[in-house]
């Protein structure tokens, strides 16, 4: 099967075999060199000094430990959303009782450095800026570095979720100044779900000395201390352990630009060849296309259901769209492992599919 969703992501065979490994004491010898190893790796990959946390859970375990280790309820936060997880990470501040300020930017669209400056100016007291760098949903990559100025200028707190970005498109963590971090094993680490990875500046460590929002499981100060000492405060996920110390391991073989060329060169593979199929790509401006997930509009008169079910039948996955996208846009996740094969039989079938359904690409190019 050629599971071509921007998550959970194919794994390479040796990865998985690592997954089988015994259970250990997670408070033992064992445990603690892979935790070191992971962590100094991980640090490596996020371009950060900073600890890299992991937590037991998906991604949004980790968004959620992030807006609950450094906000307040009744804290004015300005959360900026360009798709569905915009308005997931958002929807988490509200709903442990930040005084979110939305600025909702089009589906499809990027946020831009002025708009969200602007939105920064109108909103004085917000503390906060919560953004999403890759935004899945839509298939867009907000320019996050850029994005990052405007909010260091204005001397608020960055929180960005990087789930699907971070270990795959450039998101030099320290460069940018990111005060919040979070990403999921699941994206473009070639790990299965169930690790989130958190990372925290000095100054969001200040932040989570004054946060009042409650915390229990994800309370980040715990894990710090337990971290000091190679450890995590709950039993770990130990089998993605073993995954990401195999993973990372040839992550950094290759190094982070070969990383990134690989991304790149891929989101550019997959882009010709939707186009060439005679379809349209979702986000308006291809400059902010994601390299790490293509969004296809569905052409007009057809169903997004029956062309995932064309392709599923010739065992190729894609992912349809969420929320309001759902029954418009379909999507080809290209993270992590991505064998240029495995991408070209995707298209290939992605055509056969269309066929299928009756879909005439020349004709609609004509
Ligand atoms: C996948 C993803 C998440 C997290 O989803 P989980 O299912 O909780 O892992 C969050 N944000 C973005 C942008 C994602 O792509």
Redesign the pocket.
């Known amino acids: 099967m050629n599971l071509r969703t921007?998550?959970p992501t194919p794994i390479p065979q040796d990865i998985l075999n690592a997954l089988s490994g015994p259970m250990i004491d997670h408070r033992g010898p064992f445990f603690r060199d892979i935790y070191d190893r992971v962590s100094a790796n991980l640090k490596q990959l996020f371009e950060t000094q900073n600890d890299v946390l992991m937590l037991t859970?998906?991604?949004?375990?980790?968004?959620e430990a992030a807006v609950v280790n450094t906000l307040s309820p009744g804290e004015p936060v300005l959360a900026v959303e360009i798709g569905a997880?915009g308005v997931?990470?958002g929807r988490m501040a509200e709903t442990f009782g930040a005084d979110v300020r939305w600025q909702r930017v089009e589906w499809g669209q990027a946020a831009t450095p002025e708009s969200v400056a602007a939105s920064l100016d109108a909103n004085p007291d917000v503390t906060s800026v919560l953004i999403?760098?890759?935004?899945?949903?839509t298939g867009v990559t907000n320019p996050i570095g850029e994005i990052a100025q405007v909010v260091k200028q204005r001397d608020r707190l960055l929180i960005v979720?990087?789930?699907?970005?971070l270990g795959s498109l450039p998101c030099p963590v320290d460069e940018w100044g990111i005060d919040v971090v979070?990403t999921?094993s699941?994206?473009g680490w070639m790990a299965p779900?169930g690790l989130?990875m958190v990372s925290l500046s000095p100054r969001a460590w200040e932040a989570v000395e004054k946060s009042t929002m409650p915390k229990f499981y994800f309370d980040l100060k715990q894990a710090r201390d337990y971290a000091a000492r190679s450890q995590t405060p709950w039993t770990p996920a130990i089998p993605i352990f073993y995954a990401l110390d195999a993973s990372l391991t040839q992550l950094l073989d290759g190094g982070l630009p070969a990383i990134h060329a690989r991304h790149q060169a891929a989101g550019d593979r997959i882009r010709a060849g939707v186009k060439a199929l005679g379809l349209s790509l979702f986000p308006e401006d291809e400059s902010y296309a994601s390299n790490t997930?293509t969004a296809i509009k569905c052409p007009d008169g057809f169903s997004v259901a029956d062309i995932r079910k064309a392709a599923a039948d010739m065992d190729v996955v894609l992912a349809g769209g969420q929320a309001r996208l759902s029954d418009s846009i379909f999507r080809i996740g290209h993270l992590g492992y991505m064998p240029e094969e495995e991408l070209d039989e995707a298209l290939e079938v992605l055509g056969k599919a269309l066929e299928q359904v009756g879909f005439a690409p020349a004709a609609a190019t004509a």
């Open positions: 921007p998550g859970s998906s991604g949004s375990g980790g968004l997880f997931r990470l999403t760098h890759n935004e899945t949903s979720d990087a789930v699907s970005s979070v999921g699941q994206k779900p989130a997930v």
